[in-house]
């Protein structure tokens, strides 16, 4: 069974016809990585799957609740500390922070994090709530080779528990983490 199920969407900002007919499916426990060029509309098609806009037409069906990272998620934090920031929905955060390295951060205050940190904190919090459907927007912009070695792993090691949808230019890292590779336009364009 898919958890996310998207037909013949279509999508315009302004006059501009961002998505035109795309159809994807997001198996439960299955991890499926979107590439394609600048401007594709893949971070649109995120936004979608996960609830957060509406297509002008077609249908997105999402079983169960979504988690949605965006880019540069570090600038979204509004806590004083890390660990009110991951348990804000009141969900349990221990198990979120030990999974992405940040025991010991409980206490500190998200803005005196690194920006990597500040990264893994926001995905902490994504994470915490236990989403149905994780939809992961370029989540290794500014991480370092071992950080996503690390992400990679702990997506996979998630991958029965959940549907994933991952946004990224980064190639190797979604060969890493995905069953299925989707392009919006060519793979090529992809590394533009």
């Given at each position: 069974m898919s958890a996310l199920a998207v037909r013949d969407l279509?999508?315009?900002y302004g006059e501009s016809h961002v998505l035109q007919g795309v159809s994807l499916d997001v198996?439960?426990?299955g991890a499926v990585s979107l590439v394609g060029r600048n401007?594709?509309?893949k971070t649109t098609l995120a936004r979608l799957a996960?609830?957060?806009l509406t297509?002008?037409?077609g249908a997105s069906r999402l079983t169960g609740r979504a988690g949605y990272l965006p880019q540069d998620s570090g600038r979204y934090l509004v806590c004083e500390r890390v660990d009110d920031e991951v348990g804000l929905g009141?969900?349990?955060s221990t198990r979120a922070l030990r999974d992405l390295g940040l025991v010991g951060f409980?206490?500190?205050h998200p803005r005196d994090l690194s920006s990597g940190e500040r990264e893994r904190v926001t995905l902490a919090a994504v994470l915490a709530p236990d989403p149905d459907l994780l939809v992961l927007d370029e989540p290794t912009r500014g991480m370092d080779p071992e950080r996503k070695e690390?992400?990679?792993a702990l997506v996979r090691a998630q991958a029965r528990r959940r549907a994933t949808l991952v946004v990224t230019h980064d190639l190797v890292f979604a060969g890493d983490v995905a069953d299925r590779e989707i392009a919006l336009g060519t793979r090529e364009e992809a590394l533009v």
């Open positions: 279509h999508a315009y198996p439960d426990g401007g594709a509309g996960a609830g957060l297509p002008d037409s009141g969900h349990k409980e206490h500190r690390e992400l990679a």
